[in-house]
């Protein structure tokens, strides 16, 4: 890690609330229509399994359990499938400083490589041509939805 980021993967659930404050940005940036508690009660349900992974950033030294408003970044990823093969789905991922993220989509892309996937997916609200110029993704689809 670099500039005193360390990323940790944790299954650790005590960390939710700690993650609560980058939620609400995420959401209010994205103008996700999903609520924090719903969110949370997937995750706390979802947590424990070996499909799901949570990472944090942290500055350097620091532990998440005495870190209120020292966690500086987290991700949230899932192993999934379309049918043809199985993938890395990028749940969340947010920090306010881009090498945190980096370092995140990083840890992100180890953890796929550990269990032999090839492509790693997610889906941006907000300008993709910056992600592909930041991380090196490309539109491969537009994802449609529907009210029912």
Do not use: C
């Not at 939620?23 to 969110?39: D, G, V």
């Amino acid at each position: 890690m670099n500039n005193g980021i360390r990323i940790i993967k944790t299954k650790d659930s005590s960390v939710i609330p700690h993650l609560i404050p980058y939620m609400e940005k995420l959401i209010q940036k994205a103008n996700e229509e999903y609520t924090i508690e719903s969110f949370t009660q997937w995750f706390r349900h979802a947590i424990n399994n070996p499909l799901v992974g949570l990472w944090i950033g942290l500055k350097k030294g620091n532990r998440f359990v005495k870190s209120d408003g020292q966690i500086i970044g987290y991700a949230i990823a899932t192993i999934t499938s379309n049918l043809e093969e199985d993938y890395v789905n990028i749940t969340h991922i947010f920090s306010e400083d881009k090498s945190v993220t980096k370092e995140l989509f990083n840890a992100i892309e180890n953890w796929g490589r550990k269990n032999s996937l090839k492509i790693i997916a997610g889906i941006t609200s907000r300008n993709p041509e910056a992600w592909k110029r930041a991380y090196g993704y490309k539109v491969v689809s537009y994802n449609m939805e529907k009210e029912i």
